[in-house]
Structure formats: structure tokens, C-alpha cells
């Protein structure tokens, strides 16, 4: 089981997953038009979350989140913590794939049955986790300057479409002071930039293992930059208004391009999101594919695709009844009780724990740690 | 064994997957350009559509002319009413076996009635439903609104593209705003501003029958509709205010009959906030360029350039006279705050806005508003002297 990916689409996959959907999303609606300001306020922190992951990386070079979490809580409590992240991928997947779904219904085909939406995605998105992690990668490598020319000549589009842009819509700057802005926004830490706790799953595919955590720190710069830019977009296109109640203000905004014959960019606009799903779905699903092979031992986690593919749809229509209480569980109830001990919570007592242990194990010299390592 | 199933599958999957479920034949839409918006005597909606017709090749074109025949037009209209809007619309099934296509509406006229009753629930519908654009002009009639959209014109055979060329050099010239339901909707959702929308009328002409014609600025506090600005100088002061005017002609009366007019080449005008002693105030700074388009009098300017400073002196006080008559009928006459002067304070004073905010009705009335113009005129044409 020999997967090994370049540093370069280790960098391709980590920002082609995170804008998958952080980008629909007016992120912190609370800071109003200040929020892409705390956007790049929580840039260091989700920099700082992404050590903490790399750090433990570092210390199992050849494990992923699944196998060390055994080998630092025991093999009981261990175990349990790995199924835990697996059915935190697999739940998380079928979140994705809800999102997707209620999109495409809200936004251009409401008549269609979310049942064949969502099953048609699924079958997408799984078959690119059946595939393996190598391809899932290449496919990001060449997709992803596509994706940043796809959005540039966007923002051209709309910043060249007259009377669109109002740059008077940012200010006042700072009409909250910056600790509450920071109060604000501190749901950011989950979402978007501690989604990444993903990618212990995959550091140790990583053929440069030394690159691992300058790139996977700029992939955290570049993404909240780019997800900064995003959001000064709405507010200048829509107003903090429209931008604010507006369930998918990317969409929204986008429809605004109206420059000669190049208008009504609706369905191209859900086609480059949807491409940001498939690698979101598709790296969800084989990091549980593999996390559960690794754990039963299992060799090829291929075939493991379908079964998880037929979870994942059924935890999609199963999460809520209606689109409102799908959002509210994922921006307000998930945060706290699911992804703030899943992606920090655990990982930091994992780290306390791993160093204590080495401290009892070893109490003269904890610098030889490199040697322990098979 | 792999390739006979491969041999089932495929065909299989091809015809799954070309899936028909929301599918929109041309021939089975009914698409809408434009729709207005009336009240029945029970108190219902009624709406009117504009629809283009969609089953028939389209007809006026090429030799249409020379016959000497009147262009016949390529949309049909039609009408239903109901307890809303979606309801309305909805009600058109019981006349026309077509599904609505609304994306490409491109305004909506909203008859006087409909207006003072509030708009609240037309500017949510036009939000929220998915098909419709945040670009989609808004427009208020005097009369209903029925009319417009049922008047045909000899200009194109689809009267809402022309009403919708009116609007796009509207835009530029200073004589209606437009107003879209994406900056209604803000206005609306503001505690403090005023929102408004452009007023489209119908004229009886001898030679072509009934004619659009779009002037005049329809006034609203909250959702309802208040009154109109109907004077003509007020209304470009509005949107001189607005930085809307990039286009247009100034005259300039001079002594005894004699008149100047002065097109506009570009224009810019900036709205600054003030404090002054803890009272709001708005700087409002105004620069254009113009030509000189006609001219009578003895006046030569290319031998005497300090006639055009002179010419600068007096365009500025006419412009700042239809600012100033914008202003005092919003102030005084409407009492509300079409400028979102609040929205231009709040952004450079927002601690002192906590406090304005509450008692704005108060304020805005008071709010003293400094005008500046800066004419600049530059050519003179390509004669120099009036011949006579």
C-alpha cells in the first residue's frame, strides 16, 4: 500500500478541499462587513492548529492519525478514538454531499428528487475515493490553476461589470473593536481552517516528508487569503445585506456578471463548486476508506469504497429534514460538540500525553526520538 | 463475462444518467420579460406578464417596412391575479399551458396602488426566488400597470427590450434613477434610509398612439410608496447627488434671450461626512467637464477664453441649484432620506452613528449639506463664434 503524493499536490488537495465549500458561505455573517478582516485574523490560528497536527506527524513519520492514536492512548482507547475519526470523516462526507445537493436544488432544479441528486454525487465523488489518494491528487494538481483562472477571470467579469462593485460597501473599517471582532469569529478555528485535520491521514503519503509543513502552512496562507478576497467580493457586490441572508452569496454575486453577451454565468458558476465538492467528498471518504483498512488491517482499502459510498448517501438525507436545520446544525451545533474536540480537543491531549509518556519512558534524554521511530 | 456486463451496464447507465426529471423544452416555456404588478377591487394581486412567443418565428423583420404595415409584436400578454404574487403568477396556468421561465425578467412595474399598500412582499419574492436576478429593475406607474406592460411599440417587437434601452442610457443621464431590487433590497433593510425607484409613464401621441416615457422619481418610506418627485431639476439633482449623472446637457440662460447648453463629457461627485461641533454634516463635492453644444450671443471664446470661466460660474450655481431643490424636497417636502446619507455617515463615524441612528427622522430633515460644483468646460465645438 505504497501511495505516495508530491509535496505540490499535497498543496493541491489541501486548498482544492478547504475552498470546497468554505467558499459558498458568507463565513462569521456576525462581523458583518469586517468579516474578511477576521478572516485573516484567524490565519496564524488556523497556521498554529496545523502545527499541532504536523507535530504529531512528526513524531510517527510513517503512521496516520488512525494507527498513532493507538499507539499514544493504548491500543483500547486508541482504537476507539480512530473509529471515532472514521465515523467523523464518513458523517462529515455525507454533510458535504447534503450541501451539494440542497445547492443544486436551490438553485436550479427544484423540482428534482434530492434522493437521485444526491445518489448521482455520491457515485461521482466515491468513485474518484475508489480510485486511491494518487489520483484524487493528480486530478487536484491539474485542476487547481484551471480553478484559479476559472475564479480570476470571474473576478474581472464582475469588477469590469458596471455599477456592480461598491468599494463604500466595506466601510466603516473596524466598527467593533478587534477582540469582539476575534469573539466573533472564533467559530473559524473549526470551520474553515480546522477541517484540515484531515490531512493526518495523508502527511504520511507525502514522498518529501521535510516539505510537509511549509507547504501544508501555505496552503492555510493562501486559502485564508483567498477565502478573504472571496468575502470582500460579496460585501462589495451585494451589500452586508444581501450578502448576510443570502444562502449561497457566491452564486448570488456571480449572477450579477452582466457584460455584453457574457451574462447569466448561473450553471457555470454551480459546475466550478461542484468540482470543489468532488475533492472534498472523494479525500472524506478515502481517508475513512483507508483509516478503516489501516485499523482491521486490510490491505487494499479499495472495494471498501462502495460500502461507504451507500453510508454516506444514506447519513446525507438522514442528517436533517429540511435545509435551515441542516445549516444551523452544522454552523451551531457541530462546531462545539463535534469538530472543536475532534479537531483540536483530541490532538492536543494526544500531543500532552505522547510528550509525558516520553518524559516518564525517558526522562534523561527526549532528543533521541528519531531513532525510536521504525 | 466482465465485458457482457460492461455491454449491460453502459447503455444502462446512459439512459439513467441523461436524466430528464426538471427538463425545460423552449417550446413549453413561457418566457417572461417583463411583469407588472396591480391590486383587484377585492384587495388581490393582480399581475400581467409580458411573455415572448416562443412557438412562432419571429415576425417584423426584413421587409416588414415597406409594406407600410405596423410591426406586429412578438409577445403576447396575459393576466391572473391572486392573494400574492407566487400565487398570481402561478394562477397564469389556468391560461396558458407553458411553464414560467422568470430568469430573464427584465424589470417589474408596480402601479401607484400596489405601492402605497408596500412592496415588502414583491422585493422578498423577487429575492428569494431562484430564477429571478438581483438586476432586475424596478419601476413605479401612475396608472396601472397592466398598461405598460401591455403597450406594443414600433421601436422593437418586444416592447420590454425597448423600455429596457431606455433604462441602460438611463443610467448614464441624469433624468430617472435605476433602481434595481438588489439596492432596494439593501435600502429596505437599512432602518434609515428611503428607497425609490424610477417612474415610468404612458403618453398619448398622435402618430404612433401610446409612448413610454420615463421621468420622475417615485418616493417610498419603508415599503410604501409617499409620493413623486416629479421636477425635473429636482430629479437630476437627485441623482447628481447620487453620482449618477455621467451624460446630459446644461443650458445656461444668459442676458436677454440668449442661451448657452453645455453637454457633459464625464462627471464624478463625492459625498464626504463631517463632524461640526458634534453635528452631522454632508460635504458634497461635484466636478464635470463639458462642450460647448450651442450657442447665441456675441461672444467669441476662442478670442476671449475668460468667457468660459464666466460660463463656468453660472453652470455651477445651476447645477447647485438642482441639487439644492433635490435636497429641500427630500428634506422637507418627503422627509426622507433618498441620499442613504445615514448609510454615508455610518461609514466614517460609526461610533457617532450609534447615536444618530435612534433619532435620524429628526436629524435628517436638519442635516446640513455643503454643495460644491466644479464646472470645467473645455471645447467649444468645431466653430467658435455664433454666426448670429
Known amino acids: 500500500m505504497e501511495t505516495k503524493i508530491s509535496p505540490y499536490q499535497l498543496f493541491a488537495i489541501m486548498v482544492l478541499f478547504s475552498f470546497g465549500s468554505s467558499i459558498l458561505f458568507f463565513l462569521t455573517p456576525d462581523a458583518k462587513q469586517d468579516a474578511w478582516l477576521v478572516l485573516l485574523f484567524y490565519i496564524p490560528v488556523g497556521m498554529l492548529e496545523q502545527l499541532m497536527y504536523i507535530k504529531l506527524f512528526y513524531q510517527y513519520p510513517n503512521d496516520t492519525i488512525v494507527t498513532y492514536m493507538p499507539k499514544i492512548f493504548g491500543i483500547y482507547i486508541g482504537s476507539l478514538v480512530s473509529v471515532l475519526y472514521i465515523i467523523y470523516f464518513t458523517y462529515q462526507a455525507g454533510r458535504i454531499i447534503r450541501d451539494f445537493t440542497e445547492l443544486i436544488l436551490i438553485s436550479s432544479m427544484p423540482e428534482m428528487s434530492p434522493f437521485i441528486v444526491a445518489i448521482t454525487l455520491t457515485i461521482i465523488f466515491v468513485y474518484g475515493a475508489f480510485s486511491g489518494l494518487e489520483n484524487i491528487s493528480r486530478a487536484a494538481q491539474l485542476i487547481l490553476p484551471l480553478w484559479i483562472f476559472i475564479f480570476i477571470v470571474l473576478f474581472l467579469l464582475i469588477y469590469a461589470t458596471p455599477d456592480v462593485v461598491k468599494f463604500q460597501n466595506l466601510k466603516p473599517l473596524l466598527e467593533k473593536d478587534i477582540p469582539s471582532l476575534i469573539k466573533d469569529g472564533w467559530l473559524l478555528v473549526t470551520f474553515p481552517y480546522g477541517e484540515t485535520v484531515l490531512f493526518t491521514m495523508f502527511y504520511s503519503s507525502v514522498n518529501d516528508s521535510k516539505k510537509v509543513r511549509k507547504i501544508s502552512l501555505f496552503a492555510i496562507l493562501f486559502l485564508g487569503c483567498v477565502l478573504s478576497l472571496n468575502t470582500i467580493m460579496f460585501i462589495t457586490t451585494l451589500g452586508v445585506k444581501i450578502a448576510t441572508s443570502a444562502l449561497f452569496p457566491l452564486f448570488e454575486s456571480m449572477r450579477l456578471v452582466q457584460l455584453g453577451f457574457l451574462s447569466k454565468l448561473d450553471i457555470l458558476i454551480i459546475i466550478i463548486m461542484i468540482s470543489g465538492g468532488f475533492f472534498k467528498v472523494s479525500l472524506l471518504t478515502y481517508a475513512s476508506m483507508s483509516g478503516t483498512a489501516q485499523l482491521i488491517k486490510l490491505k487494499d482499502p479499495k472495494y471498501l469504497a462502495i460500502p461507504f459510498g451507500i453510508a454516506i448517501a444514506i447519513i446525507s438525507r438522514l442528517i436533517a429534514k429540511n435545509y435551515p436545520e441542516h445549516i444551523i446544525t452544522g454552523l451551531k451545533v457541530n462546531p462545539l460538540q463535534v469538530n472543536f474536540p475532534i479537531q483540536i480537543i483530541v490532538p492536543l491531549i494526544a500531543l500532552i500525553v505522547y510528550y509525558i509518556r516520553k518524559l516518564l519512558k525517558n526522562p534523561k534524554k527526549h532528543n533521541s526520538r528519531s531513532s525510536k521511530n521504525k | ?388
Open chain 2, 1 to 388: 463475462m466482465k465485458k457482457a456486463i460492461a455491454f449491460c451496464i453502459i447503455p444502462m447507465m446512459m439512459l439513467l444518467s441523461a436524466g430528464c426529471v426538471s427538463k425545460n423544452e423552449i417550446e413549453n416555456s413561457a418566457i417572461i420579460v417583463a411583469f407588472g404588478v396591480d391590486t383587484t377591487a377585492d384587495g388581490k394581486y393582480m399581475v400581467s406578464t409580458q411573455i415572448l412567443k416562443t412557438s412562432k418565428q419571429s415576425s417584423g423583420s426584413g421587409d416588414g417596412s415597406s409594406k407600410g404595415e405596423k410591426q406586429q409584436s412578438d409577445v403576447i400578454s396575459l393576466a391572473s391575479t391572486g392573494s400574492t404574487l407566487s400565487d398570481a403568477l402561478d394562477h397564469l396556468s389556468k391560461q396558458l399551458g407553458k411553464k414560467l421561465v422568470l430568469s430573464h425578467i427584465k424589470f417589474i412595474v408596480i402601479s401607484e396602488d400596489v405601492a402605497k399598500s408596500g412592496v415588502a412582499g414583491l422585493i422578498d419574492f423577487t429575492a428569494r426566488e431562484y430564477q429571478m436576478r438581483a438586476n432586475i429593475v424596478i419601476l413605479v406607474t401612475n396608472g396601472k400597470a397592466s398598461e405598460i406592460i401591455k403597450t406594443t411599440t414600433p421601436i422593437d417587437p418586444v416592447p420590454a427590450n425597448a423600455i429596457d434601452s431606455i433604462l441602460n442610457l438611463q443610467a448614464r443621464y441624469g433624468y430617472i434613477p435605476v433602481i434595481t431590487s438588489l439596492d432596494f433590497f439593501n435600502l429596505l433593510g437599512s432602518k434609515t434610509a428611503a428607497p425609490m425607484a424610477g417612474v415610468i409613464r404612458l403618453y398619448e401621441d398622435e402618430q404612433q398612439g401610446k409612448v413610454f416615457k420615463l421621468t420622475d422619481i417615485a418616493i417610498f418610506k419603508k415599503d410604501k410608496f409617499i409620493g413623486y418627485m416629479t421636477d425635473e431639476e429636482a430629479v437630476r439633482g437627485v441623482q447628481w447627488i447620487r453620482n449618477k449623472v455621467k451624460a446630459g446637457n446644461i443650458v445656461i440662460p444668459l442676458s436677454g434671450k440668449d442661451q448657452v447648453t453645455i453637454q457633459l463629457i464625464s462627471a464624478n461627485s463625492t459625498i464626504k461626512p463631517i463632524m461640526k461641533e458634534n453635528k452631522p454634516a454632508i460635504k458634497l463635492t461635484v466636478q464635470n467637464k463639458g462642450n460647448i453644444l450651442d450657442m447665441t450671443g456675441d461672444f467669441d471664446p476662442m478670442k476671449n477664453p475668460e468667457i468660459l470661466t464666466e460660463f463656468e460660474q453660472m453652470e455651477n450655481e445651476i447645477i447647485k441649484q438642482e441639487i439644492e431643490k433635490a435636497l429641500s424636497m427630500a428634506q422637507t417636502t418627503f422627509q426622507a432620506d433618498i441620499f442613504d446619507f445615514g448609510e454615508a455617515i455610518h461609514r466614517d463615524y460609526p461610533k457617532e452613528w450609534v447615536e444618530l441612528e435612534k433619532n435620524w427622522s429628526e436629524v435628517f430633515p436638519e442635516l446640513e449639506v455643503e454643495v460644491e460644483v466644479h464646472s470645467n468646460i473645455k471645447r467649444t465645438g468645431v466653430i467658435s463664434k455664433p454666426v448670429y
